[in-house]
């Protein structure tokens, strides 16, 4: 059976603010955002196209996008976060996808 990404790693799902977060580090990272004076949370879940759809030997090769878990803005400076207890083999290709569009311009 498909497990979502956090199930396998035995995140717990918890909901602060009427908001449903996939682990517990998430929520702290978001109460933690929230409650700070200099930080300001613009987005929660913001999704990043890194690599549209395509056709390839007459089927559709789905597109891969990259979901952060905030992006804040700390004075003028936009910050896009995750929270992770450690760096996936998926989280680690989609980086390098993420540099090479958005921080390469």
Same mark, same amino acid.
């Given at each position: 059976?498909?497990?979502?990404?956090?199930?396998?790693?035995?995140?717990?799902?918890?909901?602060?603010?009427?908001?449903?977060?996939?682990?517990?580090?998430?929520?702290?990272?978001?109460?933690?955002? /929230?409650?700070?004076?200099?930080?300001? &949370?613009?987005? =929660?879940?913001? @999704?990043?196209?890194?690599?549209?759809? $395509? %056709?390839?030997?007459?089927?559709?090769?789905?597109?891969?996008?990259?979901?952060?878990?905030? /992006?804040?803005?700390?004075?003028?400076? &936009?910050?896009? =976060?995750?929270? @992770?207890?450690?760096?996936?083999?998926? $989280? %680690?290709?989609?980086?390098?996808?993420?540099?090479?569009?958005?921080?390469?311009?």
């Amino acid at each position: 059976m498909f497990k979502r990404n956090w199930e396998k790693y035995n995140a717990q799902k918890t909901i602060i603010d009427w908001i449903k977060f996939a682990s517990k580090l998430e929520a702290r990272f978001y109460e933690y955002l /929230k409650n700070h004076k200099d930080i300001k &949370i613009l987005e =929660l879940q913001p @999704k990043y196209l890194l690599q549209p759809s $395509f %056709k390839y030997n007459w089927k559709t090769i789905r597109e891969i996008n990259y979901v952060a878990d905030f /992006k804040i803005e700390v004075f003028w400076d &936009i910050y896009i =976060l995750d929270s @992770k207890w450690f760096e996936t083999a998926d $989280f %680690k290709i989609k980086k390098k996808l993420w540099l090479f569009k958005y921080w390469n311009e």
